[in-house]
């Protein structure tokens, strides 16, 4: 009986979703008795397997490498995960954009149901077939059971800490699937930034549509970032107005976080952007209108004008 994760990775490095996700599949593999498996799909990718065998809790890495699998387009992957899948009980894979493009198209080639994001897991439950998960942008919480034989499991990776170093498992070399030839990467446009990147990041400074403009935006909040060491995020009315690119949104269709601070400068507060940051240790508030609903999960509140009270703050940082 084994759990295997699908390590998101850039080849060299694992990304830190695989941590989270890893952290999920010990605290079901430790109640149900079962092994915990890696599988590290890539070219030139020795590196991130070695590194994924240091995991705590994790007992065999699994290593394909072959360059059709550089880029790791779903597809290849797809195959070469059902070619693999017998033995699995669960198999995880962390609820990002990689983890949404791959896991679908393996349940759907298993003929099983794919449970989405689930932030908990049901220990009651001897098979470990009941899960947790979010439902209407994260105001209700679902409990739902699989009857399938493999469970098709994304994390929401902010629900769980990432697992710790301390682990020795050995590597296996796996036979690399065939390339389908369905998909080819034609570019990547990739932001680059001294900051820390969002979805990891301890600190955020996110802004919203009140700062005005792109100029207002970067002018107010990069400073206090660059004070607090702080990721730059924002909401998806600023992202949509054209204030920063769309890799800085935070929200149920941009990136779920969890940092120790949050700090919303000007942002009301819709709902689509309280699913992606609520689960933040202490957010603070700035907005100038004092019935916006983001005072309603802010730990801290400014009421004021940001234009005012943004630089106070980073002077008195």
Do not use: W
Request: with cysteine; aromatic share 6%.
């Amino acid at each position: 009986m084994s759990i295997l994760v699908i390590a998101e990775h850039g080849n060299t490095a694992l990304k830190a979703a695989t941590f989270n996700t890893v952290a999920c599949a010990v605290k079901i593999g430790a109640q149900l008795g079962a092994e915990i498996h890696v599988l590290v799909a890539g070219a030139g990718c020795a590196a991130a397997a070695q590194a994924a065998t240091t995991l705590a809790g994790v007992t065999k890495v699994k290593l394909a490498d072959a360059p059709h699998y550089a880029d790791q387009t779903a597809e290849n992957l797809a195959a070469l995960l059902v070619a693999n899948a017998a033995g699995y009980t669960h198999i995880l894979a962390p609820a990002t954009t990689f983890g949404k493009n791959l896991l679908p198209r393996v349940a759907a080639l298993l003929d099983v149901a794919q449970i989405s994001e689930i932030c908990g897991v049901d220990f009651t439950d001897t098979s470990f077939s009941t899960f947790v998960r979010p439902i209407y942008a994260g105001n209700a919480l679902a409990t739902v059971k699989s009857v399938d034989p493999v469970k098709i499991i994304t994390v929401r990776t902010t629900a769980f800490d990432a697992v710790g170093q301390g682990g020795s498992a050995p590597v296996e070399a796996i036979a690399a699937g065939p390339d389908l030839g369905l998909t080819q990467l034609v570019g990547r446009e990739l932001t680059k930034s001294v900051r820390p990147e969002l979805g990891a990041a301890k600190v955020i400074v996110s802004g919203g549509r009140g700062l005005a403009s792109s100029e207002n935006y970067h002018a107010l909040l990069e400073p206090l970032a660059d004070k607090l060491n702080a990721a730059l995020g924002a909401s998806r009315a600023a992202v949509d107005a054209g204030f920063v690119p769309n890799d800085y949104q935070v929200g149920q269709t941009g990136k779920i976080v969890a940092p120790q601070l949050y700090i919303a400068i000007g942002i009301s507060g819709a709902i689509q952007h309280l699913a992606g940051m609520k689960d933040s240790k202490v957010i603070v508030a700035i907005n100038k209108d004092a019935d916006a609903p983001i005072f309603q999960v802010a730990d801290y509140g400014l009421v004021g004008d940001l234009f005012q009270l943004v630089p106070e703050l980073t002077a008195a940082v």
